[in-house]
């Protein structure tokens, strides 16, 4: 049997469509929805917080998951990433006030950023060579700047509309996030056929989307 | 139930076993230092070692490091003692230290394998994997994989040092995704086999498929053919899985590598290959290869084999000493108790196959 652990929220339904796709019989997402585990005779899904699916593959509790590239950039983990899934995209973006005085990463230098994706937002300043204090959040991140705790965020970004709403503005593409397979190396090289096979149909299926 | 003896107990039965089976192949064993200068074990260790390695302050401010991994220091010696046109093969089972990556703050861990020095080619290289193999059935390890690659294939494809790098990390990960991104910056004869190198994972099939896409004959994939001819003569492919996208965990690897895959443990819990450049450091260039087990992910939960035979003597008066002594002069392993207790005798049984002085059981 092989387990896999799926992110509950705006993941969850394209990962079962997905699986779908590629052979598996997932339930209706209606009956998925309402649990923590389902099962049948050759397959096992679990579903856990976004940051919590490398966590489950890595120790052991499933063998391999689905969940955003946002989430597996912000620890080294030591999974196999054969695959992105080419759902759930996204970006991790820089935003600050609208009339604010970032206008772009430059003006960062010195100044508090606040972020749920520290990792990330560690990498893209010292690519850009700007020293930042970093703050870690995990709620709403935009309330950083309305607060007076931060002069700028770094967030996942779909629409914008986020932004918009709370007064905040787009300033650079921090990183493109979208959905990665994840399979423990334990499962990859002990379930060798049927993690191959989840492989192989998922890539069949990725690679002949539009 | 494991407890601090009994965890003892196993692993010195384990390496008990481990040693046998290293000598009957001509092995030597060996003790490398616990401690060394920083400065003359660090060119020889690769970058994960030297970052997850613990290190000291002398008292005259010189640096030292506790053993990260047996091979630096072993070949720094071994070197110096190894006469021309020798081939010495050596046994060890010792405690390393390093950072781990779990939260429980260990540092220590045993390791035992083996390194054979001046045998280059196949027949050393499968001698070292098939030693793997056979050590984890000694250990009756239930299910295990010993994943084979060869940290010479990306080299051949990619002669860019900055490109082969990125390649390496997207590899790590079978980074399929990653691995096709990389591949349209290598020259277009070495995409299609670059592309599908995080796929190409099975039985020794996946050899053929990777030869049809290669551009041209590919010596590390003569090498895994030959090697993997070598190790069914040895009766050693049951467990065996080739994987092309395996490159070494550590920098030193330049040929036929390996990695051990239990159930249960995410981590490879044991590694090995051949690493004839890293003799060059040491100004002596010998082929080497080596390979090595984590004793401790393959020893939780298990209990000495068998209860030892012991004959309890009840009683703190001279005459149960006295009764003592004698018949531990008889060879008998003896345990003498103050006064019986109730749970003391059912303790006493979990590791001992207890008789009375009489010789009757208890």
Same mark, same amino acid.
């Given at each position: 049997m092989l387990s896999i652990a799926l992110a509950k929220g705006r993941l969850l339904g394209p990962s079962v469509t997905l699986l779908r796709a590629a052979g598996l019989e997932p339930p209706r997402l209606e009956e998925l929805d309402r649990l923590l585990i389902w099962s049948n005779d050759s397959l096992r899904l679990i579903l856990a917080k976004p940051a919590d699916v490398p966590t489950l593959v890595r120790y052991g509790g499933a063998d391999a998951g689905l969940c955003g590239s946002d989430v597996l950039g912000e620890a080294e983990h030591g999974l196999a990433e054969p695959l992105s899934l080419g759902i759930g995209r996204c970006r991790l973006a820089l935003a600050a006030p609208e009339r604010g005085p970032v206008q772009k990463p430059a003006d960062c230098q010195g100044r508090r950023i606040a972020s749920k994706y520290p990792g990330a937002s560690r990498r893209f300043f010292t690519a850009h060579d700007v020293d930042v204090e970093l703050v870690q959040m995990h709620g709403s991140v935009e309330i950083g700047p309305l607060t007076g705790l931060s002069d700028a965020i770094v967030d996942l970004v779909e629409s914008g509309r986020t932004l918009k709403e709370n007064g905040l503005r787009e300033i650079a593409i921090v990183a493109n996030v979208e959905a990665k397979l994840v399979v423990s190396r334990s499962a990859l090289k002990l379930k060798q056929l049927e993690t191959a096979a989840l492989i192989a149909n998922l890539r069949r299926v990725v690679e002949h989307q539009p | 139930m494991r407890t601090i003896a009994s965890g003892a107990s196993a692993l010195r039965e384990s390496a008990a076993l481990l040693r046998r089976l290293y000598l009957s192949y001509g092995y030597e064993e060996v003790l490398t230092p616990s401690c060394e200068p920083w400065d003359e074990l660090r060119p020889a260790l690769g970058a994960r070692a030297q970052k997850d390695s613990l290190k000291l302050i002398g008292d005259d401010g010189e640096v030292l490091v506790l053993r990260p991994e047996v091979t630096a220091g072993l070949l720094r010696r071994a070197l110096r003692e190894i006469p021309k046109g020798a081939i010495r093969r050596y046994f060890y089972c010792q405690k390393i230290h390093r950072r781990g990556a779990s939260l429980t703050g260990r540092t220590e861990f045993w390791q035992a394998g083996g390194e054979i020095l001046g045998g280059g080619g196949v027949l050393y290289d499968a001698e070292a994997i098939d030693l793997l193999g056979k050590s984890l059935a000694l250990l009756k390890v239930p299910e295990y994989t010993l994943e084979i690659g060869d940290a010479g294939l990306l080299g051949e494809l990619v002669e860019d040092a900055a490109l082969r790098g990125e390649f390496k990390t997207a590899l790590a990960r079978h980074d399929g995704s990653a691995a096709r991104a990389l591949a349209e910056r290598a020259p277009a004869p070495m995409r299609p086999l670059l592309r599908e190198l995080p796929f190409l994972r099975g039985e020794a099939g996946v050899l053929d498929q990777a030869r049809k896409l290669a551009p041209r004959p590919l010596q590390a994939l003569d090498r895994l053919r030959e090697l993997a001819q070598a190790l069914a003569a040895r009766g050693a492919l049951e467990h065996l899985m080739f994987d092309l &996208?395996?490159?070494?965990? &550590?920098? +030193? +690897?330049d040929g036929p590598l390996v990695e051990v895959y239990v159930e249960g443990r995410a981590d490879a819990v044991g590694a090995g290959g051949r690493y004839d450049g890293l003799t060059t450091l040491y100004g002596k260039p010998l082929p080497v290869c080596g390979a090595a087990l984590m004793l401790d992910p393959l020893l939780e939960g298990a209990m000495p084999a068998e209860r030892i035979p012991a004959v309890l003597v009840i009683g703190d008066d001279d005459a149960a000493a006295r009764r003592a002594a004698g018949l531990r002069a008889d060879g008998k392993t003896v345990i003498q108790i103050a006064a019986l207790l109730p749970d003391t005798l059912d303790d006493l049984k979990l590791s001992y196959e207890l008789t009375a002085p009489a010789g009757r059981p208890c």
């Open positions: - | &996208a395996l490159s070494g965990w &550590a920098d +030193y +690897y």
